[in-house]
């Protein structure tokens, strides 16, 4: 069974353009959300999507945004980068709330985003 | 709200060394609580979870305790080895908060 997959997994964007990050769920996984990664935040909740809807934000501005397409596949965009987006960003998926707060999370590797 | 403290790190031991890593939370409702490891390079895994009061999660050879009188989930390990040097996360789900809730992350090292 394959992972949670997610490309690219490294990229360097200039400040202020806007980055499109892919993941792909565990088949079978409906609910799909992403992390970032920083070494001064640590890991913080971007959003959450299931069933092609958002359920959950995190406390993120509105130039972090999302979408989960009829696949479970699921996107995110950053627009105008600024260098403190740099962070690895990591999609994990889950079944959806069957067994919650108990179910399993799985994690991809993550993407890799260096803002110059 | 939903809140995780983690040991300070980092933490560096000899192999064959005994290993806690503290984790303590705070949350509302009732928490699922879990560990994740983060290799260098790498994603979370998830290591083991714990889903009650007094459940014990176990996977290569970590343990943890839901311990609900303490608010804990204490990691340990009996023998570390070289191999598990790698960056630990506590984590917990409750409530009406679908994600996961972090610590701040703990580096352990393993010398030879």
């Known amino acids: 069974k394959a992972g949670v997959t997610q490309t690219p997994r490294y990229l360097i964007k200039t400040r202020g353009q806007q980055v499109t990050l892919s993941c792909s769920p565990i088949?079978?996984?409906?609910?799909v959300s992403w992390y970032q990664q920083t070494p001064g935040q640590g890991l913080q909740f971007l959003f959450e999507?299931?069933?092609?809807?958002?359920?959950n934000k995190g406390n993120f501005p509105g130039r972090f945004s999302g979408r989960q397409f009829s696949n479970s596949r699921s996107e995110m965009n950053v627009s105008t980068l600024e260098l403190g987006d740099s962070a690895l960003y990591l999609c994990?998926?889950?079944?959806?709330?069957?067994?919650?707060?108990?179910?399993?999370?799985?994690f991809g590797e993550g993407s890799w985003l260096t803002v110059v | 709200g939903n809140s995780v403290t983690q040991m300070e790190g980092p933490v560096t031991l000899s192999e064959e060394a005994f290993l806690t890593i503290n984790c303590t939370y705070t949350?509302?409702?009732?928490?699922?609580l879990f560990w994740y490891v983060q290799y260098p390079g790498e994603g979370l895994q998830l290591l083991l979870k714990?889903?009650?009061?007094?459940d014990k999660g176990s996977n290569k050879g970590f343990e943890a305790t839901y311990r609900k009188e303490t608010t804990s989930f204490h990691l340990e390990k009996g023998s570390v080895q070289v191999s598990d040097s790698a960056v630990y996360f506590c984590?917990?789900?409750?409530?009406?908060?679908?994600?996961?809730?972090f610590g701040s992350g703990t580096q352990l090292t393993v010398l030879p």
């Open positions: 994990a998926s889950s079944l959806g709330d069957k067994g919650f707060p108990g179910n399993t999370i799985y």
């Open positions: 088949s079978g996984h409906r609910s």
């Open positions: 999507y299931f069933s092609e809807t958002q359920r």
């Open positions: 949350a509302t409702g009732y928490p699922s």
């Open positions: 714990a889903t009650k009061a007094d």
């Open positions: 984590a917990l789900r409750s409530g009406s908060a679908r994600q996961l809730t």
